[in-house]
């Protein structure tokens, strides 16, 4: 199933794909949809009959989730090509390949819809970079989660955008949270695809174009470490929640590191686009955020 949230006479609701159509579903948001477990979504099959349908082209998609218990979970250098593209490109910041995942967070006023505006302020930051990454949710509480058990805990996956700002990644003491946590600026969605019916997360093809020039094409077979050696890493000693949003990682071909370098500038258009999920599509306009 592909869970959506939708905007709809003023209110926010979330809903499952069905053709054309958006089935509402009898819940607040899609986190208490997860939260249900396996019973939520029998409860959701057991509504597609009576429940009320709204044509997808009569409503404007949300980022899928809008509830968040935790900051955004998030991997950095989870393909080697990035990593290795990088190299001496960090101002400072270089370190050897690591032996396991990376990972930070970011804040959780960064989600925005898969075609809303991006806000861009050159106050803020003359550094405005590109990451396409496939996301997952979690779906299932566990800590130290077995490598083997691990995309059992997995609910759905969904696209993002973890648009960056370099400048301010480097000047707090190497730590990404700042210059990933730009408020408005990184899109989710269009849906979450349910780990049942999405299949091997390894077998993904993922782009980013700017102004329609493809940046980076790769395919998830790429990542230094798969999804199920993420989530066990991650979980290590730490649990993790229904609802959870973890990105896992961007691949090679960000501005940063071409040469000339190529940053985002107001009124250019990114897509994201994943084959088994669909594409986010999204303009840069200038927002006072400073």
Request: hydrophobic share 40%.
């Amino acid at each position: 199933m592909r869970f959506v949230t939708i905007e709809h006479a003023g209110r926010e609701l979330p809903g499952v794909l069905d053709g054309e159509d958006v089935v509402l579903l009898d819940a607040a948001d899609l986190v208490s949809v997860i939260e249900a477990g396996p019973a939520g979504l029998v409860a959701v099959r057991n509504q597609f009959a009576m429940a009320e349908r709204l044509p997808l082209a009569s409503v404007r998609l949300c980022a899928p989730l809008r509830r968040f218990r935790r900051d955004i979970l998030c991997t950095g250098w989870n393909y080697w090509d990035h990593f290795e593209e990088s190299k001496g490109k960090r101002e400072g910041q270089d370190v050897d390949r690591p032996e396991h995942p990376t990972f930070f967070t970011k804040g959780p006023d960064v989600v925005i819809g898969p075609y809303d505006e991006i806000a861009y302020d050159p106050a803020i930051s003359a550094k405005w970079d590109y990451e396409a990454e496939l996301a997952l949710v979690i779906g299932k509480t566990g800590r130290s989660i077995p490598v083997a058990d691990a995309l059992d805990h997995v609910w759905g996956y969904t696209l993002a955008n973890d648009v960056s700002q370099r400048d301010l990644q480097r000047q707090h003491g190497g730590q990404w949270l700042k210059g990933k946590s730009i408020d408005q600026t990184m899109p989710l969605g269009p849906w979450i695809v349910t780990a049942d019916e999405f299949g091997d997360p390894q077998d993904v093809h993922l782009q980013c174009l700017l102004n329609g020039v493809v940046m980076q094409d790769a395919s998830t077979k790429q990542m230094a470490y798969d999804v199920a050696t993420l989530i066990s890493e991650l979980s290590f000693g730490m649990t993790l929640r229904p609802g959870d949003l973890l990105l896992t990682g961007t691949p090679a071909g960000i501005g940063n590191a071409r040469e000339p370098q190529v940053f985002l500038a107001e009124g250019d258009e990114v897509v994201t686009r994943a084959d088994k999920i669909g594409e986010l599509r999204n303009t840069l306009v200038r927002r006072d955020l400073a």
